[in-house]
């Protein structure tokens, strides 16, 4: 561990104090900051001056961002913390709902609602101000009770995505960023070294012997090379599942950018009136951006919804290029299409022929009494593999607790019942 020499400071070390809750804000922004980064921007300030803003501004830089998309959070917070004349209404209007007529004409840029969030902190504009002097000599004691965390947050695993306050949403997303996608590896025909294998490697075992005088000393063995298959994301983004797709589009933010996870790659597409192809936005790093260049991109948003249509466009200009190599699907819409039934059928069985696994994501089944009485639902739901619910967090978990499960049919063999 480094250690630090004593650190002049004057008896009332208001920047220092300052660059804290400044910390402390990038922290629950999302960025890595701990308290040795603080301590090294404290001194990195004393050695660089603060007179001029440009280098105040890159010497925090220096030590609080180590990776690129944390620029542009970096960025917003430190606009809204250190002495904007607007700061907080540039952060009300990121957090207040978007009615016409209330908020900036501009939309947010990327990392200021996260900034914004982790300034606020739960805080209303109309609280008093303390009075002058109090608190300047005396701190006031910060307590935290935890003790009612864990039901907190099982109780937000459980809530419907429509039914969450602006807060619980962002505590959501922090819980969706941690989930991971896991699924186990495919047996391909190509073959690998392996001392454990049970098929007998000829060709290494007489080159072995080639460099020994001829003399087979060991028989090399080989198995099965594991490879993993591609995830493909079709998101309805209509007006019934506006909210639903953008907490699964943080979910699938987060397991596209996962490493490790298992997916040789993670194709995402939207769909409404039309198909988008959004896979290269959600390559971005930082989920704000990702998710702005998405809805920018997919001019659809919040419109009518063409499943039947969208999909023959997918099997037509898509498939043959992500579904190769055994691909699993997952779709997320809530089946409500008014178009020929008999046209959504039949692109819905090429699609269930094309991939290893169908997973359909309906959020309707969040109701205890739902029963496939749509038209669309019941000529989609006999061409699928598994049927889940996809409208809260615990969803999510049990989705990846389920889809590595050959056997695994959710909701669909109840549902078949009733047609």
């Known amino acids: 561990m480094p250690e630090y020499a004593p650190l002049t400071l004057p008896e009332t070390p208001r920047l220092a104090h300052n660059i804290t809750h400044f910390a402390r804000a990038l922290r629950k922004a999302g960025l890595p900051v701990g308290t040795g980064r603080v301590i090294d921007a404290i001194r990195a300030v004393e050695a660089a001056g603060f007179t001029s803003r440009t280098d105040f501004y890159w010497t925090l830089s220096a030590c609080f961002v180590s990776r690129p998309e944390h620029r542009a959070v970096f960025h917003q917070v430190f606009r809204l913390y250190w002495r904007d004349p607007r700061y907080l209404e540039h952060m009300m209007a990121m957090m207040l709902p ?59 695993r459980s809530l419907d995505f429509e039914q969450m306050s602006t807060a619980e949403i962002a505590e959501a997303k922090r819980m969706l960023a941690r989930l991971t996608l896991p699924v186990k590896p495919i047996a391909s025909r190509r073959a690998m070294p392996s001392r454990t294998g049970r098929r007998p490697d000829w060709r290494r075992t007489m080159r072995a012997a080639m460099r020994q005088g001829g003399e087979v000393h060991m028989l090399a063995r080989r198995a099965p090379r594991p490879r993993w298959p591609n995830l493909v994301v079709l998101c309805d983004i209509s007006g019934s599942m506006s909210q639903y797709s953008r907490m699964v589009l943080h979910f699938l933010h987060a397991v596209s950018n996962h490493k490790g996870a298992g997916w040789a790659r993670v194709y995402a597409f939207t769909f409404g009136t039309r198909l988008t192809n959004i896979t290269r936005h ?98 989609m739901l006999p061409h699928v593999d598994s049927f889940r619910a996809g409208h809260s967090i615990r969803s999510l978990e049990e989705l990846a607790e389920a889809i590595s499960r050959d056997d695994d049919v959710g909701e669909k063999a109840r549902l078949l019942r009733n047609l």
């Open 98 to 156: 978007a009615v016409r007529g209330v908020q900036e004409d501009r939309a947010a840029d990327a990392g200021e609602k996260r900034a914004a969030e982790a300034l606020l902190d739960g805080h209303m504009p109309d609280m008093p101000e303390p009075p002058e002097g109090a608190g300047d000599d005396e701190e006031l004691p910060i307590e935290i009770d935890a003790s009612q965390t864990m039901s907190r947050e099982e109780k937000l």
């Open 282 to 379: 959600l390559a971005k790093r930082d989920v704000d951006q990702a998710l702005k260049a998405a809805g920018a991109e997919a001019q659809d948003w919040e419109g009518g919804t063409r499943i039947g249509a969208c999909l023959h466009a997918f099997n037509r200009d898509w498939s043959r290029r992500v579904m190769g190599q055994g691909a699993v699907v997952l779709l997320i819409t809530d089946g409500l299409d008014r178009d020929d039934a008999g046209a959504l059928a039949h692109e819905m069985e090429r699609l269930h022929l094309s991939a290893r696994r169908l997973i359909w994501l309906n959020p309707l089944l969040r109701w205890d009494g739902f029963a496939p009485k749509a038209t669309g639902i019941r000529a």
